[in-house]
């Protein structure tokens, strides 16, 4: 066991029959119905699964360590950002991927306990950099216009961190949504529940999305620098991550 708190246990995968529960929820959640999300990354990755009482996989997610930029270049996360620019941070970093939580659980301890589980994980390593891609739901960009438009506003990453494209299909909503006022409410609406709690820690994302029609899905580069996160937040992760004990949500 990693980690457990309320009705809801995080702990890492320890056979295959792990994995393929979390392919199947993947699958269920990305793709719809019954299936495995599987790909070659999957062997080179932890695996941390949120259950349920009874054992009902609530959420899953999958880390994987890297030594330093160089070694990210060959992650998942590389296939669709040229990563280059991380080599100004040396030391460990972890590529966080595959978030996803069951459809139609909505209790919030689900976050908090997967946000705590990945608190003890990057600890333990020494990590400076979490990073990783955050999905919208539905590839269009035009759904996510207002979203986009805020993180143009508020969140893009230094220029000099910040990845290239590299996705044969790419919205560079920092340039195309330049002049675009987003609404407030809708916008932060629009967000992914894992990429507000990234952006509510400092985190920050790339200044293009990529298209993913295979997933319907739209996603940005989302980086988090350990040592960026304000203090007021590292106290409620360090309570996320200490066993039995509520605490409040990391998204506020």
Known sequence: MLLRKGRFTARVAATAQDVEGAQ?????????GEGQDRDDFDPLCEHV???????ELAACFRLREHANAAA???GYTAQFYALEGLAALPGPMVEMGRFCIRPGAIDPDILRLAWGALTRRVEAAGVQLLFGCASFAGAAPTLHRDALALLRAR???PAPLRPAPRA???FPFARSLARVEPDPRRAVR???????????MGGWVSDHAVIDTELDTLHVFTGLEIAAIPAS????????AAPDLDAEPVGG
């Open 24 to 32: 199947a929820l993947r699958h269920r959640a990305f793709k719809g």
């Open 49 to 55: 699964l949120v259950e349920a009482p009874g054992g």
């Open 72 to 74: 990210a270049q060959h």
């Open 155 to 157: 969140h893009l990453g």
């Open 168 to 170: 044969s299909r790419i």
């Open 190 to 200: 629009g967000l992914p529940p894992l990429l507000r709690s990234y952006l509510a």
């Open 233 to 240: 937040r590292k106290r409620l992760l360090h309570n996320l």
